[in-house]
């Protein structure tokens, strides 16, 4: 028996992994990068096959990784985590630079960065993993605390974008029926609040294709307040 209130219970930092170069890049929120050897320093990342970025990793060999702060805003965690940079470029808009392997480095609400070159590549099912060299960091401001996911989950009342090695399904999940007169409906990605009253539509009434105005978020998404 699985108790998926079990797997919670693990430490996990939230990040902007990207790659590409100048002429196009893109990046996701990962909360699956750690250190695995010391000397020389090498850290796994873990990417969803159907992420755009996994294209990105595969064809330059390399990524970068933001470590970014607790005080990080919805906008970006939506736009990294929700939306797809098949749709438009992520990157627009943001502070970035581009690191000694020419991949792209978001500066935006970020402690600090590390740049890293593959290694290794290893399909672990629906995820690759990427096992990489460090070979370029900089601290951009240690005042702030780095996000975690259970800050995300516990504080912002995030949760994980199904392309997540962590994200699960609330069929899995065991859940209280809730009974309100309140039709309101919260993003969990962004906080964006659906009130029914207001939109003029009963939220059940949305298509399922529907998504976040805010940050793109799923139907799925969204929690009854």
Known sequence: ?????????????????CSGDKKKGNGYISNTVFQVSSKPAKFAACCNKENYTCNFIEKHQAFSVSVIDQETSSDIIGIFGFKSGKEFNKLDGFKVKYGTTGVPIVLDSTIATLEFKVTETIDVGTHLMFIAELIETEVIDNSKEPLTYAFYRQVKKGLSPKNAPTYVDKSEKEKTEKNSTDNKHECLACGFIYDDEIEGTHFDALADDWKCPVCGADKSDFDLI
Do not use: H, P, Q
């Open 1 to 17: 028996m699985i108790n998926i209130e079990a797997l919670f219970s693990i430490s996990y930092g939230l990040y902007i992994v």
